[in-house]
């Protein structure tokens, strides 16, 4: 990778999904001395260990706005970027259990209709026969939308950090950000194990270390790191083609297909906060019995192996967009709580006009940190 300058335009510090995604798409937009700055390798952190999902189903307007335009966006990635990045349209599944989940997300849904995402309703037959690892006796309805899927982040984020230094940006890796320099409310330079870089304008976007870089720059970004495991099964003795992304939304357990057998996880609502990324099998009986709820063939499965990465979880699960009020030109992208990869080509767009004060193409004001010193969290229900 590129040595370390001694002064850029534009500093990103992170090196994941919305790092590389924000370093493009400045490069795209003719700034031409950005530096990508990442602790570890591209990818290294949350981007190279998610689930890899991309959805439309949100509860919030502006996550589904988000959520579409990035859609739109992975379905044209091959071609824009001659990049394989294994996207699987095989739809969402949200299996809905109670009364009060289905009617809450048939309001969604009339949301995610409007703004263009192609969900529906499904029995819990019609399930069934989209999945037919679902137990249809287990719930009572299915929400379900055939332009949500999954894809491989590090292939994105490579492609990303690929273009980005076609069009002048540094990729500098290995490089740990130990300092940002303020000088009367701006921000002038970047410390690093590698030396200093003088700049005027940073973009945090460091994932679940993201708040001790908004600490160095005196900005308070309410990020805390969690834990989150997957395993994957041994292969199936006859592989199931094209399943759904399948979420049992009131026990948050979740699959798909990974090579010849399934992924599996689900949220650990008993996780404490912190930078742990060691996979332990200890998860396995209460993953099992979540899944012998709706699936009761997948709580069988053997287990082959599986991994442990960081979501960036804040308050209200909802990501923080925006440029610091308090110090000037120091802007971040971060705080995802799981579905960064799904927003990532947006969120670059929108950083990048952010950078070069311009309009973005929704109002993503609701995102900025300040929402929890002023009580207005954003809304969103379709989190697990």
């Not at 290294?44 to 859609?71: C, E, H, M, T, Y």
């Amino acid at each position: 990778m590129d040595a370390l300058p001694t002064h850029a335009g534009v500093v990103v510090v992170g090196g994941g999904i919305l790092g590389t995604s924000i370093a493009f798409h400045l490069g795209e937009a003719g700034v031409r001395d950005v530096v990508l700055l990442e602790r570890d390798a591209l990818a290294g952190g949350s981007s190279g260990k998610p689930i890899g999902g991309v959805r439309g189903q949100f509860s919030d307007a502006l996550n589904i706005r988000l959520a579409a335009r990035s859609l739109t966006a992975y379905d044209r990635f091959a071609q824009a970027f001659g990049a394989d990045i294994g996207l699987e349209k095989v739809g969402y599944l949200f299996l809905l259990r109670t009364p009060e989940h289905v009617s809450s997300f048939e309001a969604g849904m009339a949301l995610q209709q409007e703004l263009g995402i192609p969900t529906r309703l499904l029995s819990p037959g019609e399930a069934h026969d989209r999945c037919p690892f679902v137990d249809p006796d287990a719930f009572l309805a299915a929400a379900f939308s055939p332009s949500d899927g999954h894809a491989h982040p590090t292939a994105v984020a490579t492609a990303y950090a690929r273009s980005a230094r076609r069009r002048g940006a540094r990729i500098v890796t290995g490089c740990a950000v130990s300092d940002l320099e303020v000088r009367g409310g701006e921000v002038v330079a970047v410390h690093t194990s590698h030396g200093v870089v003088r700049t005027s304008t940073v973009v945090c976007a460091a994932g679940p270390w993201s708040r001790g870089i908004g600490e160095m720059a005196g900005v308070a970004l309410d990020v805390h790191p969690l834990r989150r495991q997957i395993a994957f099964t041994e292969p199936l003795a006859t592989p199931a083609p094209g399943l759904p992304f399948t979420i049992d939304y009131d026990s948050t357990f979740y699959f798909h297909n990974a090579a010849d057998g399934v992924l599996l996880g689900m949220s650990d609502q008993a996780q404490a906060p912190g930078f742990d990324r060691d996979y332990t099998d200890a998860w396995l009986p209460m993953l099992r019995a979540a899944a012998a709820r709706c699936a009761p063939e997948l709580a069988e499965l053997r287990v082959r192996d599986g991994w442990a990465g960081l979501y960036e979880m804040t308050p209200d699960a909802n990501a923080l967009v925006g440029e610091s009020p308090e110090v000037g030109r120091f802007l971040y992208a971060t705080g995802f709580s799981g579905h960064g990869f799904c927003q990532a080509p947006a969120v670059g767009e929108v950083v990048r006009d952010l950078v070069l004060g311009r309009e973005p193409f929704t109002d993503i004001s609701p995102l900025r940190a300040e929402r929890f010193a002023e009580n207005a969290p954003v809304l969103e229900a379709n989190i697990v």
